[in-house]
């Protein structure tokens, strides 16, 4: 299984990130491709426990859809809501400077990349309780579903 614990996978998740523009057009969902790179900013330093969020009203840890999440070779559906903090047209970071925004979600994912498991924070707010590897692996699945989102 892919994940940013792989330096290669790590490095070709960089690069497709690299060939993104304020052009590129997307092909689902409604971000554009400056506010994708704060939302993939946003959601790594969640991870990192930068970011506070809030958590969902009702705890609600699904074993099963992370393991269908992080583990099937499936694409991540379309369409689900993001937490409103990670949102940049709610409370997440807005769009700034392009150049400025990609590096930001490069670095992030390279943090993760690097994390010691008590450097990440223990719980997904869906997923439950995350090892250090969910969280290598849910990187990797959730940049690839955003590249996806623009045919990269």
């Known amino acids: 299984m892919k994940s940013v614990a792989d330096p290669r996978v790590l490095e070709s998740l960089v690069q497709r990130l690299e060939t993104l523009t304020p052009q590129s057009q997307r092909r689902f969902g409604t971000l554009t491709p400056h506010e994708m790179l704060c939302h993939l900013g946003d959601a790594t330093s969640h991870v990192l426990g930068e970011r506070p969020v809030d958590p969902p009203s009702r705890e ?89 989102q623009f045919g990269l």
């Open 60 to 148: 609600r840890r699904r074993p099963f859809m992370k393991w269908i999440a992080l583990s099937l070779p499936l694409p991540w559906p379309k369409g689900f809501k993001t937490r409103r903090a990670i949102d940049p047209r709610l409370e997440g970071t807005k769009p700034s400077e392009f150049r400025a925004d990609l590096d930001r979600a490069v670095d992030g994912l390279r943090r993760v990349a690097a994390a010691g498991g008590k450097d990440l924070i223990p719980l997904h707010p869906i997923f439950g309780t995350m090892a250090l590897e969910d969280w290598h692996r849910w990187a990797y699945r959730h940049t690839e579903h955003h590249l996806r």
